[in-house]
């Protein structure tokens, strides 16, 4: 199958210069793609192999990469804050979900979470995705079509907090909006007993209400935590964590529904 | 397909009483089941929905929960040290494999990641596993087997750094052995190329000559970092971060190969 | 004055064999003291500079060494948790005190944080310590002798929410109660203005209870912040992190007393 | 002596506006001070006590407070990169030194940590530092002076790793140069036995090879950490930690020396 490993136009290719100059192009014949270290040509990408490497017009070097899960969370049209690899990874885990299940997503927002979920329960499952915002989930479906898991994706533009879901016994519900606690009960509804949901939110008040709403919905083993990143910089000249970055994202809470 | 979700002789379940008491069982119909907080009676579970609440003969409440995969890992029969799920869902995203993927894992060891992979890249994808000795592949072939993905796996009782691998255009590698720069160069010819391999290593020296042995292979874009975990318990008395806990795992590490 | 640095009957030693086995000695001349690794005898030390190596009854050896300030902080006897080296190092240069300083301490306790600002206001400064319980003064007034710092010291058993406190104008208070907001009020007609005072709570809610109470009372420039410490193992077989450790203590809350 | 807090010409006051608009200023009757905020008259403020309120011309209140140490430390004019408070607070009580002491300094740098060892050995004690650049002498000799410590401190211009120190008998040594393990050796000649040294750098290596230097010079009880600092944001829309901020300044090493 060497043949799926060529750059063909419709390719999404991270092009990656360094670590500050990392770009998601979808590969067109006539683009020219320009960064400040000069311009690619990308119909000389065409027909290569992934892992290619090539040179800006200024003789740089570049790379055509496959875009990580991570990548393509990071590089969606944003039209909200997202939530971070490092965070989400940790949820995905939390979680019972594989290929072939079906989640519910609250708050579709910019659609990395929503794109990486499609990607998970594919090539069977079902990601049905609610947001009240119908912008939100114009630029959401572009950015899940762009990533390849449209076909796994159902949008609803739909406020939950007051007409709830319209599936029954999905497998998990992934919650990310301002006020989880006015979507706990309806989310309920519709998840499979025995099974899990998660939320995350920056503030300590809002942790607080969510954990609430849960006890007060029959949800149990209700765990919070905070998972932190610090990248670590490996040079000739020494080992040393970076300096400055990402201090605080979002508290992580994650329960399992029991029967009433 | 609610049937789907009933708890029958052979299903694995979560059995939880409260945080230091959560047990990973398979259902047998006539097994009980001992706890410092009194016996269950596997037979009286049979037959009832996962969610199902419970009571030992000493009239303590217990659920019976969808074991998530971070479940799944931590209960393994362990003959390692095994991954931390906030370090394997971080690495998972970090890498480009979904449903029908193909992946190799270097170092088998108690098998939590194996299942893990197994789990995200069914029902048509494999992971190929390496490991040196042959006792560890009986154990993890048994916790991925009871945890239900054996069909994805293929099992090597073989040492990579002397006679590498098998396969080629694998994509993503897993690399979980004390010295990850005896692997990478034969790690490197079962890549695909463009793709990502990941390893973790507790203590900087690995880190630094995992880091120059991806350097001298072919691999670009070599991100280190470090996943921490912080517990923030939420108690009508009050809301604080956990007082104990883990303070260091590992250092993770992504590199991408590009062509020569 | 290398005299000073002779060991005598009545010097505090640190009594070093590892990192789990360091103890604060008071030198007595008939005292024999024992450890899992043997026995040593305090007479044999007498005479000798600190700084001394001996050998236990079993050959292993000790070493004689001057305690730090957080040796004497850690080794008192204890009625209650203790703040931390950690957080009051910080605290310390929070504010604005150093040798000749009046400082006002609400909340005895053990006597640790007592100690440690007496050696900083010494030789004319003073600490004005309060406390509800007098078994916990006389717990700390021991601590604080053995130390050394009992001349910069006053004791009072007093409620400072109900009673308030007796100085003016001194140059810093540091609070730790459980209730901090009770006393912040009393606090601020013992502070001179301009000055600093300093507060810790383990909980979210204190911490927000007591900047409400603090922004009521003329305090402005309030900072709240949280200080973490985490051992590094340099070791022959590589450095890493210790793996596991204290994750949280306290919050710690600064600010700065305005003229009404 | 209520006098004593009178803020006159030459007083050092730190004029606070908000968060990003606090400026240490020496008092002089005919200066203006101007911030984007808004102009001050510094003769508004003399003859009124410290914790005055005025406004800017612009109509926007500033404060009028004592400064902190660690005010003191961050406000120096600065030649180099400068030791933190949460670094410098927790090392100060890793040694045994108070009012009186004598303390070497190897690397003044721009002073920040030389005005803090004297604040805190002061009325008695010295602080001897040293330092290779004369240029940074002369503006740490400023920062110091300006602070109102330099009758605690003693310059020397020299390089310790060849020519060493003048003193004997110190009661601590604190090193703050790029290559600790140049100096071990004559800092030890310095340093009363029984006494702590500490180090601190940003790199893995340099602490490898420090902690190696300190092991071949008859140190002990050698402890490596890492002090982590991170704002809580404490508001009426919501508790969190602050999004970003400094991840790494320096490992700490403190270590124990005894007789040979």
């Given at each position: 199958m060497l043949e799926a490993n060529i750059i063909e136009p419709g390719s999404l290719v991270l092009i990656f210069l360094d670590n500050r100059r990392q770009y998601l192009v979808q590969i067109k014949e006539d683009l020219v793609f320009s960064t400040d270290l000069g311009n690619i040509k990308l119909s000389e990408v065409i027909g290569n192999r992934f892992g290619y490497v090539g040179k800006t017009h200024l003789g740089k070097p570049f790379y055509c990469l496959m875009p990580s899960t991570a990548d393509l969370m990071f590089k969606v049209k944003r039209k909200t804050t997202i939530v971070y690899p490092k965070d989400l990874g940790y949820l995905l885990l939390e979680t019972a979900i594989g290929p072939g299940s079906s989640v519910i997503e609250i708050g579709t927002g910019s659609g990395a979470l929503t794109l990486v979920l499609a990607r998970f329960v594919a090539p069977d499952g079902v990601v049905y995705s609610y947001e009240r915002r119908q912008d939100f989930i114009e630029n959401a479906k572009e950015n899940v079509r762009r990533a390849g898991f449209i076909n796994n994706v159902r949008f609803f533009c739909?406020?939950?907090?007051?007409?709830?879901?319209?599936?029954?016994?999905?497998?998990?519900?992934?919650?990310?909006?301002?006020?989880?606690?006015?979507?706990?009960?309806?989310?309920?509804?519709?998840?499979?007993?025995?099974?899990?949901?998660?939320?995350?939110?920056?503030?300590?008040?809002?942790?607080?209400?969510?954990?609430?709403?849960?006890?007060?919905?029959?949800?149990?083993r209700i765990?919070?935590?905070?998972?932190?990143?610090?990248?670590?910089?490996?040079?000739?000249?020494?080992?040393?964590?970076?300096?400055?970055?990402?201090?605080?994202?979002?508290?992580?809470?994650?329960?399992?529904?029991?029967?009433?």
């Open positions: 739909q406020d939950v907090a007051i007409d709830g879901v319209l599936q029954k016994d999905v497998d998990a519900v992934f919650v990310d909006v301002p006020e989880p606690w006015d979507v706990i009960e309806k989310a309920r509804f519709g998840l499979k007993s025995g099974r899990h949901i998660v939320s995350w939110s920056p503030n300590v008040e809002q942790v607080k209400r969510t954990v609430e709403a849960l006890k007060n919905n029959n949800f149990t765990k919070i935590c905070e998972i932190t990143e610090r990248e670590l910089l490996v040079r000739t000249q020494g080992v040393r964590p970076k300096e400055r970055g990402i201090t605080h994202t979002a508290y992580l809470i994650r329960a399992s529904l029991i029967n009433p």
